[in-house]
């Protein structure tokens, strides 16, 4: 039996990525492991230092193994190792050991890179409406996925036709795996 495809969908904030994950969740039948640093925060409050990104990244994984573990045909994973290394880095502006091991050690079948092109939406969780910040933040992000992952998809563009292109980039991954 073929393991199950463990995808990632990452970005910088307002990207779409929880949107995408549904609809791609909705379109395979597959399993979200949602983003667990929102409820985090929610919880505890926004502000946050590096032992918050070492508790929410530990709750992350667990949630993603726990649910890969029960996965079938494939797992959607709403963000990933790459935010935690992002956050300690343009927010608190210093290296985080934590969040350069677990992009090293978390592999993926496949990752779906949001690119900023979408509208900014407020939330109370988000903190950067600034293009400027949301493409510096988008350059992180590109910079260490496509390092691992060079067949990364960069996703842009808006509606049914960005959700088509993700879906088709699934089929390949997902071809290629059978073969």
């Not at 995808?7 to 399993?31: R, V, W």
């Not at 939330?123 to 992000?141: A, F, V």
Request: net charge negative.
């Amino acid at each position: 039996m073929m393991a199950p495809l463990r995808l990632l969908i990452s970005g910088p904030e307002s990207t779409g990525k929880s949107t995408l994950a549904q609809e791609l969740s909705d379109h395979f039948q597959a399993p979200v492991v949602w983003e667990q640093a929102r409820p985090y925060l929610e919880k505890y409050g926004p502000d946050y230092d590096f032992e918050d990104l070492k508790r929410i990244g530990d709750l992350q994984f667990a949630a993603e193994n726990e649910a890969f573990s029960k996965a079938e045909k494939m797992l959607l994973c709403d963000t990933g190792p790459f935010v935690l290394w992002v956050w300690a880095h343009y927010t608190l502006r210093q290296e985080y050991p934590f969040a350069s091991a677990w992009m090293d050690q978390k592999t993926y079948d496949g990752v779906i890179l949001c690119y900023p092109d979408l509208p900014w939406q407020h939330d109370d969780m988000r903190e950067h409406p600034n293009l400027e910040d949301r493409d510096r933040l988008y350059k992180l992000y590109e910079t260490n996925i496509l390092k691992r992952y060079p067949e990364a998809l960069i996703l842009k563009g808006q509606g049914k036709s960005r959700t088509e292109c993700a879906i088709r980039y699934i089929n390949d991954l997902s071809s290629k795996k059978r073969d």
